[in-house]
């Protein structure tokens, strides 16, 4: 009897162990086809550069469009990079600007359209508070404060790219 008792405990021994090893395998696989699947690129926003102007001796007016079907919190426009490329006495300067700050270089948002109607109803935005969210399809006019005097016939350069890494440039002027 003993030896019929040894021969069932191995077989169950190895039962167990084999249905072990079985699992441990089908876990390893699954979390490497899960690890190596890929993940769909997420879509960036599209932002577009519209009119511009020089507005003054050291600022410009700027609309920019959303377009596609991704949304901007304001509060992520913190985190966008706005370059300007201009002329100041007859010498190219390049300038990287702050959102929102008093101090120059800086943009702000001077107002928002839908279309050609002023404000909007849906997430409104509020650029002091850094709340509401930029809508496709919305335009906001920018203010951009340069540090030097810009040359006035002169064309600019202005691009700018947002946190999700979507951008535009255009040349205006």
């Not at 084999?18 to 932002?47: F, G, K, R």
């Not at 508070?129 to 809508?135: D, E, P, S």
Request: glycine share 10%.
């Amino acid at each position: 009897m003993s030896g019929f008792g040894a021969v069932f405990a191995t077989v169950i021994i190895f039962i167990v162990f084999t249905s072990a090893v079985t699992i441990i395998m089908e876990i390893t696989t699954n979390s490497a086809s899960l690890l190596s699947s890929e993940q769909p690129p997420t879509p960036l926003s599209n932002p577009a550069f519209g009119s511009g102007s020089i507005s003054g001796p050291d600022s410009f007016l700027v609309n920019v469009t959303l377009g596609g079907s991704e949304q901007v919190r304001i509060s992520d426009l913190k985190l966008s990079d706005l370059f300007v490329v201009y002329a100041s006495n007859g010498s190219e300067v390049t300038e990287r600007l702050a959102f929102g700050s008093d101090v120059s270089p800086c943009w702000q948002i001077n107002g928002v359209f839908q279309g050609n109607i002023e404000g909007t109803l849906v997430d409104p935005i509020n650029a002091t508070q850094g709340t509401g969210i930029w809508i496709p399809g919305e335009t906001l006019e920018l203010n951009l404060t340069v540090s030097h005097n810009i040359d006035a016939k002169s064309e600019w350069y202005v691009s700018m790219t947002l946190a999700d890494g979507g951008s535009c440039s255009e040349a205006l002027g």
